[in-house]
């Protein structure tokens, strides 16, 4: 009688979950690193996208606008005050596009 198994051996299944294990320690603190980048140079796209829209708003009307008020003229889809990551922007006066600055007691 022959006794024909198939399968893989323990020390198999070993050495592919120490390749997975490898491979996630390899690629988790780059994806960390990565989310942060995005999430910075998504604020800065976003400002600029809103900064170009107040330049445009204060062409056609002659004043500088609030997020409001591009909302309401079709200048900007949501008149959200926040970068995609939550960072909360203002339209200064001159017409520049800022992070608005944080007090910490």
């Known amino acids: 009688m022959k006794n024909n198994q198939k399968g893989f051996t323990l020390i198999e299944m070993m050495i592919v979950l120490l390749i997975i294990s ?27 996208m809103v900064e170009a829209q107040v330049q445009a708003y204060k062409m056609d009307k002659k004043t500088t606008p609030s997020f409001a008020e591009l909302k309401s003229e079709g200048y900007l889809k949501s008149a959200d005050a926040k970068c995609p990551d939550g960072t909360d922007i203002e339209i200064t006066s001159k017409g520049q596009v800022q992070p608005v600055a944080t007090v910490t007691p």
């Open 22 to 48: 490898v491979l996630l320690i390899i690629t988790v603190p780059n994806i960390s690193t990565h989310s942060s980048n995005i999430n910075t140079k998504g604020c800065e796209g976003y400002m600029k």
